[in-house]
């Protein structure tokens, strides 16, 4: 019996249950047609999508949105611009399925997409608390500059963004996937949780960072390392796929990952 739309998306559901306000949703496709192929992925962008069509598969699975904005409603000032128009023939001829998957996978306990960076970097033997939108992590003291060093190879990343001193010692650690990187939320848990540094993979610029720049120059011990918005969220989308594979073994499952969004001039 053939394995149809519906019967993935339902899977990707189960471990959270029903949610009645989500942005997830099938954005494009026949949520009836047989799958042959899956694609997980962060953002479906364009060579993502062009990807998908190569490798046979015509279910993307994505975190984030098609058009550029967390919710569906902005698509709506989109319709008269080339680059939305071009990116929706494309999907209408070439029979893909889109399917996003934000909040389900956020939602699972622990965090999908955290999980997913936390077994990227190996540290499952580090984590001594899991909240919903943070994971602290212990681990031997180390230098920040070989925090650093652990992370991009591990991550496969060219660079970072980092604030404070790299000769300074650490040992916990703050991980907040995705743009929870905000000072609401990080700053009193640098107190709260006595973090040494925090890992995130965006936020506002003038608050966190700030933050630390000011506790560096009045001699504290604190660092901030900005993986990217994408080089925190994409291992959990990889994961993912790992466990669609053994899940629908027939279906062939792919994670596609797009070039770094910035490059440096």
Known sequence: MAVVMMDVIK???????????????????????????????????????EEAVHLGANLVIAHEHLFYSHHDAFEDSLKQDPVYLAKKRFLQESGLSVFRNHDYIHRHQPDGITE??????????????????????????QTVGELAVYLKQKLGLFS??????????CQRVG?????????????????????DVVIYGEGPEWET?????????????????????AESEEWGMRLLANRLQAQFPAIPVHFVRDKPLFQMI
Not at 13 to 23: A, I, K, S, Y
Not at 118 to 138: D, M, N, R, S, Y
Not at 183 to 188: D, H, K, W
């Open 116 to 141: 997913g960076l936390i077994h990227a970097l190996e540290w499952e033997g580090h984590v001594i608390k899991q909240e919903p939108a943070f994971t602290v992590i212990e681990f031997p003291a």
């Open 11 to 49: 899977r990707l559901m189960e471990p959270v249950g029903f949610l009645e306000q989500t942005v997830d949703r099938l954005l494009y496709g026949d949520p009836q047609a047989a799958v042959t192929g899956i694609v997980t992925t962060f953002m479906p962008t364009q060579h993502v999508l």
């Open 175 to 195: 991980v907040f996937v995705g743009y929870r990187g905000g000072g609401n939320l990080v700053i009193p848990l640098f107190e709260q949780e006595r973090l």
């Open 160 to 169: 970072m963004r980092f604030v404070g001193d790299p000769d300074i010692i």
């Open 209 to 229: 960072p700030e933050y630390v720049r000011d506790a560096v120059q009045q001699g504290r011990r604190k660092a901030l390392l900005v993986l990217g918005h």
